[in-house]
């Protein structure tokens, strides 16, 4: 395998920070150089940046009935009307990690909020930035072992607003729903595929 000699966290010098908003997210503005393939330093490389911090989601696995849990709720980013896709999302179960909270924590407190079902075994699949080039937000994805025959019904958090539908579907058919277009946001993606890679394993495992 050819080794990469890939530049550090100390390559870039943060010249200016400003918090532009605070909100239900914040926006800052961040100047900054860095180093060059070419060798010296960059100018001055002004970007605006969504600050979300971490979340972490769940690929909830029913190993016995080879099936996976889903959650579908309406995400705004979604919305536009010129499109012919539904605002109304399949995603995995996920949540932001909060000050003093493991993803871990967040990954078992979501399945039961999201979903109303428990985790018996619980195992770090992969994390990833999303979107880096503007966004800071680091996603932490977890293969969790459930009993999808518990998974159903309409839950979510009242004073959140939060409007969730579960389904359950085989690992088959969410795989085939990922390949027409069906399931299209970029964590359900990554973790699904993640899951048509090592489901056998977690067969064995579990």
């Known amino acids: 395998m050819p080794n990469i000699n890939q530049f550090t966290q100390n390559d870039i010098e943060i010249v200016n920070e400003t918090l532009l908003y605070k909100g239900f997210f914040k926006l800052k503005k961040i100047q900054f150089r860095h180093k060059l393939f070419a060798g010296g330093t960059s100018g001055i490389v002004t970007?605006?940046?969504?600050?979300?911090?971490?979340?972490?989601?769940?690929?909830?696995?029913?190993?016995?009935?080879?099936?996976?849990?889903?959650?579908?709720?309406?995400?705004?980013?979604?919305?536009?009307?010129?499109?012919?896709?539904?605002?109304?999302?399949?995603?995995?179960?996920?949540?932001?990690?909060?000050?003093?909270?493991?993803?871990?924590?967040?990954?078992?407190?979501?399945?039961?909020?999201?979903a109303g079902v428990e985790i018996t075994h619980l195992q770090?699949?992969?994390?990833?930035?999303?979107?880096?080039?503007?966004?800071?937000?680091?996603?932490?994805?977890f293969a969790g072992k459930v009993d999808s025959s518990k998974a159903t019904g309409l839950?979510?958090?009242?004073?959140?607003?939060?409007?969730?539908?579960?389904?359950v579907v085989s690992r088959e058919t969410a795989y085939q729903w990922l390949q027409q277009g069906k399931i299209d946001n970029g964590i359900a993606v990554i973790g699904l595929q993640w899951?048509?890679?090592?489901?056998?394993?977690?067969?064995?495992?579990w």
């Open 47 to 114: 970007r605006e940046l969504l600050v979300k911090g971490a979340a972490s989601a769940v690929i909830a696995y029913d190993p016995e009935r080879d099936s996976v849990v889903l959650v579908e709720q309406v995400r705004i980013g979604a919305y536009n009307p010129a499109l012919p896709n539904s605002p109304w999302l399949l995603e995995l179960i996920a949540g932001m990690v909060e000050e003093g909270e493991s993803p871990e924590t967040v990954a078992l407190r979501e399945s039961q909020e999201e």
């Open 195 to 205: 899951l048509q890679l090592n489901y056998l394993n977690l067969q064995q495992q």
């Open 124 to 141: 770090h699949a992969l994390s990833v930035w999303d979107s880096p080039g503007g966004v800071i937000e680091r996603i932490h994805l």
């Open 155 to 167: 839950h979510g958090l009242a004073d959140e607003n939060e409007d969730i539908k579960v389904h």
